[in-house]
């Protein structure tokens, strides 16, 4: 340590005589030959004897007789309040007034944003009865859809039969050349038809609709029948053809579904809905 | 521990409330003065002070036999002092102190008729003024360090153990502290008319 550095870590205790001999005669030989050290001595110096002019105020006599009986009460206020076991709200919000500032922003965002998930599904997410209507609505429409395409497939597949069976039926191979009935076209529409019929018949046993089971039978038959014929010269067995219409009343049962319309399909995909009634009361 | 401030504890300890009261009277003024030093407001220094002693009771249980009660006393007065004065650090300074104020007029009048001077007594009151304004232009540590040593007459060693420091901490504290000061009352310091003297 340089001289003039432990000559003004005297100074702080020189002003107020605190110094031993040894120390005092050190800094007394250092300041009368360190001119920098002997005016920094006394800018300290005049500088703690301006602050000595101030004045501390005196609260007066009244006031310390009375400290006591003030400091007493309020002691007695504590020990009043004390045993009192803190509520939990005050707990809480002593919490919000000790916590950092970041804490509180960071804990109303996290607020926020649960409150507006909570809303949000409040008013904007359909309830629990709304919920299961919604299900049997879906159900329902599924129901229907499938319907609607068994229904569009089965009528396709009579309608698509009983050409076929009409232009053979009025076939008359005395008058007509066999060349007019196309038997090889109706033979190839025929087995496409056939092809078709595993599938109706499932649909068929899930609606329950026996008639027409019967007629979609008859039909696949009849357009095997068909479909083996040999020649468009085999007379014979276009007849035996024409016969097992008749005797089966083909054509008959043909007008009678259309006319049903297939109504016990619709009592049975129809429990609630109006929009399979729609489409089932084609 | 001195021995009487130790028989005074024990006494508080096994519930005499007499030495409850003794206690505060031995250190009310000392405890009052530095929190008023370092604050520079008689209402805070009056709520400080009465907290310290609400404070040291609570716990007086746990103080340590060997330490200087004085000491604890005062460390926990310039720890609420100084806190106070951190908090209130970005909030306007309060005008002065309505104690203050009657305490210097009635200094001034009462200087006026010892010595018939009322220009110098006003003088005083002005310099008196921009003293305690430079005080508040000093950082709370320093101006503790500066008040105690110099108004309260704390030896460095024993501000160092209140604030929990090195000595040589305490005496660079004070010697910014005045330094601090100086820069402030530099008009005082440099005006010949207004030297300051020892009268």
Not at chain 1, 107 to 112: E, F, G, S, W
Not at chain 2, 98 to 111: H, K, V, Y
């Amino acid at each position: 340590m340089s001289d003039c550095k432990k000559c003004q870590d005297l100074f702080c205790e020189a002003f107020y005589e605190e110094l031993d001999a040894e120390q005092k005669n050190f800094l007394e030989a250092h300041i009368s030959v360190c001119e920098g050290c002997e005016s920094e001595y006394d800018e300290m110096t005049s500088t703690l004897k301006l602050m000595e002019k101030r004045a501390r105020p005196e609260p007066g006599q009244a006031y310390w007789n009375g400290y006591w009986n003030k400091l007493k009460r309020k002691m007695e206020e504590e020990k009043t309040l004390a045993p009192k076991s803190e509520s939990w709200w005050r707990t809480f919000f002593r919490a919000f007034t000790v916590a950092p500032k970041w804490a509180l922003q960071t804990a109303a965002a996290v607020v926020l944003v649960v409150l507006g998930i909570y809303l949000g599904k409040m008013i904007f997410s359909p309830s629990a009865p709304e919920l299961q209507q919604a299900r049997q609505l879906s159900t329902v429409t599924s129901q229907v859809e499938q319907s609607a395409e068994f229904i569009n497939r089965a009528q396709n597949y009579i309608e698509r039969s009983k050409l076929i069976l009409l232009a053979l039926i009025n076939f008359d191979p005395e008058t007509e050349d066999p060349y007019v009935l196309n038997l090889s076209h109706q033979q190839q529409v025929s087995r496409e038809l056939v092809s078709e019929v595993s599938y109706l018949k499932r649909g068929i046993a899930d609606y329950d609709q026996r008639h027409l089971q019967d007629l979609i039978t008859d039909l696949e038959v009849i357009l095997l029948q068909i479909a083996n014929l040999e020649s468009d010269r085999d007379f014979e067995a276009i007849e035996l053809v024409k016969k097992g219409v008749d005797s089966r009343g083909i054509l008959l049962q043909i007008h009678v579904t259309d006319f049903r319309k297939f109504t016990k399909i619709k009592d049975k995909t129809t429990p609630s809905s109006t929009a399979s009634n729609t489409i089932l009361n084609m | 521990m001195v021995q009487d401030e130790q028989v005074l504890v024990d006494r508080i300890s096994s519930g005499d409330s007499t030495a409850v009261q003794e206690f505060v009277e031995r250190y009310k003024k000392k405890i009052y003065y530095v929190a008023y030093d370092i604050t520079g407001d008689h209402d805070d220094a009056e709520d400080i002070s009465q907290e310290v002693f609400i404070k040291v009771f609570r716990s007086l249980k746990t103080f340590r036999r060997n330490a200087k009660i004085s000491s604890w006393l005062y460390q926990i007065s310039v720890n609420a002092s100084i806190d106070l004065l951190r908090k209130r650090s970005s909030k306007p300074e309060k005008i002065m102190d309505d104690i203050e104020r009657a305490d210097i007029q009635e200094n001034l009048l009462g200087s006026s008729t010892n010595t018939q001077n009322p220009e110098r007594n006003a003088e005083d009151l002005i310099i008196q003024k921009h003293i305690s304004e430079a005080l508040k232009k000093v950082s709370p540590k320093e101006r503790s360090v500066f008040v105690m040593r110099h108004y309260n007459e704390l030896k460095i060693r024993e501000i160092a153990e209140i604030l929990n420091i090195s000595p040589g901490t305490v005496k660079a504290l004070f010697y910014r502290a005045t330094r601090k000061l100086r820069k402030e009352l530099s008009f005082y310091l440099g005006n010949p008319g207004l030297e300051v003297s020892n009268e």
